[in-house]
DNA sequence: TTTTAATTGTGATTTTTTTCACTGTTTGTA
DNA sequence: TACAAACAGTGAAAAAAATCACAATTAAAA
């Protein structure tokens, strides 16, 4: 239906609804591209341009109505269709993604966690039971999770992947600090907030 | 010294690491650029480009030698240099973060929290002690910190990086889903993990 | 009412990034 | 030793992304 739409840009429209969420809360109606540039110091007709994708017209000499565009960037990013996933490692870094109840709105549903720790099991999370890792292959059936989040060590996670690969599950979003070797009809998203760190480290470098 | 490497070609160098890395733990010496391609599912070109940059040179036939890349990319994306930084807001993320013992292996020192819950302070987290916030700008001082990682909730997010940048912090890690209006000589950079999740939920629709 | 300034939208241009295509080297094998 | 295969390295070409520049529009000010 639509062209499809740059990694960069999407990541760019993400930032401005960030923003645009920000007015609303603040109760401003509209909002100009310089605005939005200058907030993220990038050019104004980069922001046109993004928007242009959004079949959403502005105004001259007033710029976009925040609510309209807010909602544009929501239909084009897809957050109307809620994706169900599971947490796999209810380490630290996995609790905090439990209980981070923002996701709810935008379109991420977490149906439970799955740990080893015995002394996890059983326990419930923000509303989330974390189960054994033994029970993963036949519980995954039965949730019907579209994304397996993975947050356990960096030694376990290959394997933990292959599992998840094994239950059918097609996309991971990877905490671990390590690039997982699968099939290629699996997507990965690499969230690595070492390597984020580290670009941040060397821009500081200047 | 030596070329700026684009942003791109930095985040690719920091998956590079995790697979040196992970061959190191394998006890296997060498890596071919088509081997890390295939795991990128990027072009190989594209890797020895990379590579490149980091005057490392490679034996024809067998590849990288693995130690000595990663030493390279550790060199070039400055590690070796470490960064002192401050985590304010000590709830589950920054609880995480502060927990995240793999940081100090990458050159990032946590040095203490900050929180406004006075249930918490006083509290040891993997041996980093939280503050009140009351005290963060004498402490802030004392402890120079060159960074300051955020993790306070989004309504909390603004008003903070003020008072950071008020004590002369000029480098912001920045997990609040928000971005932050300051001074341009302050550097953000935006971890934005609901903006990740979008991106990459936008990537499933295909 | 006229003018001014701010703003969108977009084609053209420039810059950056990626990919291609090829050369030269090295290792293992016949 | 000769040959084949697997690589690195790199200049050139192609593709993608960002920026520029400007016409058209409109709200507010004069």
């Known amino acids: 239906m639509n062209k ?20 609303i809360n603040k109760n401003i109606e509209t909002i ?11 050019d104004d007709s980069q922001v046109r341009k993004d ?40 380490g630290n870094l996995g609790m905090a993604l439990a209980k981070y109840d923002n996701f709810t709105n935008y379109g991420l549903n977490v149906l439970a ?14 509303g989330k039971k974390i189960y054994s890792i033994k029970e993963f292959k ?4 039965q949730m019907k999770s579209d994304m397996a989040i993975l947050t356990v060590p960096r030694e376990a996670a290959q394997d933990t992947a292959l599992m998840i690969v094994n239950a059918k599950i097609k996309y991971i979003w990877n905490f671990s600090p390590t690039v997982l070797d699968l099939p290629k009809d699996v997507q ?3 969230e690595n907030l ?3 760190f580290l670009q941040f480290a060397y821009k500081m470098q200047d």
């Open 4 to 23: 499809k739409i740059s990694e960069k840009a999407v990541s760019r429209m993400t930032l401005y609804h960030c923003i645009l969420t920000d007015y």
């Open 32 to 42: 100009s591209s310089p605005q939005i540039a200058s907030l993220l110091n990038i």
């Open 51 to 90: 928007i242009s994708f959004l079949n959403n017209s502005g105004k001259c000499r007033v710029g976009y109505l925040v609510k309209e565009l807010k909602a544009a960037i929501e239909k084009t990013l897809g957050f109307t269709k809620p994706k169900n996933a599971i947490i796999i490692g209810a």
């Open 113 to 126: 966690l799955f740990d080893t720790d015995a002394t996890k099991i059983g326990t419930i999370v923000n």
């Open 138 to 141: 036949k519980l995954a059936q």
């Open 188 to 190: 990965v998203w690499n």
């Open 194 to 196: 070492m390597g984020n």
